[in-house]
């Protein structure tokens, strides 16, 4: 169980650091304004806010790269329930596909992490 949980982990890490680079880098590119749905002028008007919620989206993948790199359950297990909750308030707030990207995942991932300890 605790390698299943760690490599669904790891999966949501990547789904992050994605995220991460789609707000951060790519905001007002073709990719970026595709992925979250903005007109040129939007996105341009927005980047910085793109490039703020780039960065939380890398501080959450960070800190799973962190726990699965040493820092352990306890870690792990924060920062999935952080990238869970977050998840909620963007499909509250934003769009409800966010539950299915960011959510979903991070619940597959906890359950076995949890059940391995």
């Keep these: 169980m605790l390698i299943i949980g760690n490599v669904l982990a790891a999966v949501v890490a990547l789904i992050h650091v994605y995220i991460a680079?789609?707000?951060?880098?790519?905001?007002?590119?073709?990719?970026?304004?595709?992925?979250?749905?903005?007109?040129?002028?939007?996105?341009?008007?927005?980047?910085?806010?793109?490039?703020?919620?780039?960065?939380?989206?890398?501080?959450?993948?960070?800190?799973?790269?962190?726990?699965?790199?040493?820092?352990?359950?306890?870690?792990?297990?924060f920062f999935l329930i952080c990238v869970a909750v977050a998840g909620v308030v963007g499909a509250l707030t934003a769009s409800r596909r966010i539950l299915y990207v960011q959510t979903v995942p991070a619940i597959l991932a906890l359950i076995p992490v949890l059940l391995a300890h």
């Design 21 to 77: 680079v789609l707000e951060m880098f790519l905001w007002t590119k073709p990719q970026g304004r595709k992925a979250f749905n903005l007109t040129p002028e939007f996105a341009e008007q927005t980047k910085v806010l793109g490039l703020n919620q780039g960065l939380y989206n890398g501080f959450l993948a960070a800190g799973l790269i962190w726990g699965l790199l040493g820092g352990g359950f306890g870690p792990i297990v």
